[in-house]
Nanobody
Framework: QVQLVESGGGLVQPGGSLRLSCAAS????????MGWYRQAPGKQRELVAS???????NYADSVKGRFTISRDNAKNTVYLQMNTLKPEDTAVYYC????????????WGQGTQVTVSS
């Protein structure tokens, strides 16, 4: 089992910045990718950004150039730096870890609210 603990959400004005953190613990040796998803009210959960153990990153088109995902392997922590935030970025953000060899297991954090509003 993998446990994920998120922090860093909150209320920010449009154009502002926030940094989310997600610390992994437990059976972390099997993790091969970590990332962030978000879910706005009435919408499906969507991928925001992900990073593999080799450092390959992937971003949703809506956040490219504004968000940066990074990973500190020594601390088993993944970060999401969010700049130039827009009201449409408002959502609950969930940390995700993918683990497994034959089959992929998805682990989720509890979610952290990000609200972009003036």
């Amino acid at each position: 089992q993998v446990q994920l603990v998120e922090s860093g959400g909150g209320l920010v004005q449009p154009g502002g910045s926030l940094r989310l953190s997600c610390a992994a613990s437990g059976s972390i040796r099997g993790i091969y990718a970590m990332g962030w998803y978000r879910q706005a009210p009435g919408k499906q959960r969507e991928l925001v950004a992900s990073v593999t153990n080799s450092g390959r990153t992937n971003y949703a088109d809506s956040v490219k150039g504004r968000f940066t995902i990074s990973r500190d392997n020594a601390k088993n922590t993944v970060y999401l730096q969010m700049n130039t935030l827009k009201p449409e970025d408002t959502a609950v953000y969930y940390c995700n870890a993918k683990a497994g060899v034959v089959a992929t297991f998805n682990y989720w954090g509890q979610g952290t609210q990000v609200t972009v509003s003036s």
